[in-house]
């Protein structure tokens, strides 16, 4: 029944001219490659969910691990819960330039709450502030000690190595090392040996398998340019500790591999997406979101729920858990 007044009520003949044009409409309603005409198309089919924690920078103090347990909590009571756990990196809140007691502190609190509240399972990439002792002069090491430098958090993540690869629902997952030495510090790099094994991991993939990476430090991301007042100087100046300084090559390499279809990273505390050359960049924010301080500028505290399609797409949505910064 139309329920038009009587001066928007169409006339027959306006009627019958809408259905041919609907018609119509169904006759040429194009369909996916490979799919027969006069068949429906094909639809892609959501083979995974993924939950993307970031830049957790977990402490004892400010409650952190409260939060961390908060955050893991809301991640398995989705009404569409994740199947995996990726967690993106600075992991404590730092043991780049903190001593072996208080390193030590931070990953077994990492520890204790994971045990404690997850139940997923969970693939780990390192960040900078999950180094230790690099700053040799604040960290009060020499770099002899067992566990110096990557050594700790390799080896309570269970790995052997900070970059490798794996299958997962018909798409292959590489975990890349973005922190480089430079002095006391860092620069977001791959040095050759890493570049290498990655040339020859994607050249070993098959052709219809979509990839996606995972680095702490983005390989591109514009929230870079955004952190602090980068401009000041009348230029946009993005540091080699923001993003990776050897993008280009990167980039030339996934062009070689079109298959690369996501990448994700942390690091800035910031939410974006970069789409350059049929790859997907999410920066993902932080689930400690101002070091547990509150909202650094625009991110709020959160994590990225994140699905993967068998023809190789994917979605992504920011979550906020809710938390509350204790004051103080």
């Given at each position: 029944m139309?329920?038009?007044?009587?001066?928007?009520?169409?006339?027959?003949?306006?009627?019958?001219?809408?259905?041919?044009?609907a018609?119509?409409?169904?006759?040429?309603?194009?369909t996916?490659?490979?799919?027969?005409?006069?068949?429906?198309?094909?639809?892609?089919?959501?083979?995974?969910?993924?939950?993307?924690?970031?830049?957790?920078?977990?402490?004892?103090?400010r409650k952190?691990?409260?939060?961390?347990a908060?955050?893991?909590?809301?991640?398995?009571?989705?009404?569409?819960?994740?199947e995996?756990?990726?967690?993106?990196g600075?992991?404590?809140?730092d043991?780049f330039a903190?001593d072996?007691?208080?390193?030590?502190?931070?990953?077994?609190?990492?520890q204790k709450?994971?045990?404690?509240e997850?139940?997923?399972?969970?693939e780990?990439?390192?960040?900078?502030?999950?180094?230790?002792g690099w700053?040799?002069?604040?960290s009060?090491?020499?770099?002899?000690?067992?566990?110096?430098?990557?050594?700790w958090?390799?080896e309570?993540?269970?790995?052997s190595?900070?970059y490798?690869?794996?299958?997962?629902?018909?798409?292959?997952?590489v975990i890349?090392?973005?922190?480089?030495?430079?002095?006391?510090g860092?620069?977001a790099?791959?040095?050759?040996e890493?570049?290498?094994?990655?040339?020859?991991?994607?050249?070993g993939?098959?052709?219809h398998?979509?990839?996606?990476?995972m680095?702490?430090?983005?390989?591109l991301a514009?929230?870079?340019?955004?952190?602090?007042e980068?401009?000041?100087?009348g230029d946009?100046?993005?540091?080699?500790?923001?993003?990776?300084?050897?993008?280009?090559?990167?980039k030339?390499?996934?062009?070689?591999?079109?298959?690369?279809?996501?990448?994700?990273s942390?690091?800035?505390?910031?939410?974006d997406?970069?789409?350059?050359?049929?790859v997907?960049?999410?920066?993902?924010?932080?689930?400690s979101g101002?070091?547990?301080r509150?909202?650094?500028?625009?991110c709020?505290?959160?994590y990225?729920?994140?699905?993967?399609?068998?023809?190789?797409?994917?979605?992504?949505?920011?979550?906020?858990?809710?938390?509350k910064?204790?004051?103080?």
């Amino acid at each position: 029944m139309y329920a038009g007044t009587d001066s928007t009520r169409p006339t027959r003949r306006e009627l019958i001219r809408s259905a041919g044009l609907a018609v119509a409409a169904l006759a040429v309603r194009p369909t996916l490659a490979g799919a027969p005409p006069g068949q429906e198309p094909l639809q892609r089919q959501r083979v995974l969910r993924i939950a993307h924690l970031t830049d957790i920078h977990v402490q004892p103090e400010r409650k952190a691990d409260q939060g961390l347990a908060a955050c893991l909590r809301h991640v398995q009571n989705l009404k569409d819960k994740p199947e995996i756990l990726l967690t993106g990196g600075d992991t404590v809140m730092d043991s780049f330039a903190t001593d072996e007691a208080r390193t030590r502190l931070q990953w077994e609190l990492w520890q204790k709450v994971i045990k404690n509240e997850c139940s997923l399972p969970v693939e780990s990439c390192l960040g900078n502030h999950d180094v230790w002792g690099w700053n040799k002069k604040a960290s009060r090491t020499d770099g002899s000690e067992p566990l110096w430098g990557k050594k700790w958090a390799l080896e309570v993540f269970d790995v052997s190595r900070p970059y490798r690869s794996f299958n997962r629902a018909g798409w292959h997952f590489v975990i890349l090392d973005s922190t480089f030495p430079e002095g006391d510090g860092y620069v977001a790099r791959l040095d050759d040996e890493q570049f290498e094994w990655l040339a020859a991991d994607l050249a070993g993939v098959e052709a219809h398998t979509p990839m996606l990476v995972m680095s702490h430090m983005p390989i591109l991301a514009p929230s870079a340019f955004l952190c602090g007042e980068r401009e000041k100087s009348g230029d946009w100046v993005v540091p080699r500790s923001y993003m990776h300084i050897d993008a280009r090559r990167i980039k030339d390499l996934f062009l070689k591999h079109p298959k690369v279809k996501v990448c994700l990273s942390g690091h800035l505390h910031l939410v974006d997406r970069a789409e350059y050359a049929g790859v997907t960049y999410y920066c993902n924010g932080a689930v400690s979101g101002a070091w547990w301080r509150g909202d650094h500028y625009e991110c709020q505290p959160g994590y990225a729920a994140i699905d993967l399609f068998d023809d190789g797409t994917s979605e992504r949505r920011y979550v906020t858990y809710g938390w509350k910064t204790p004051e103080g």
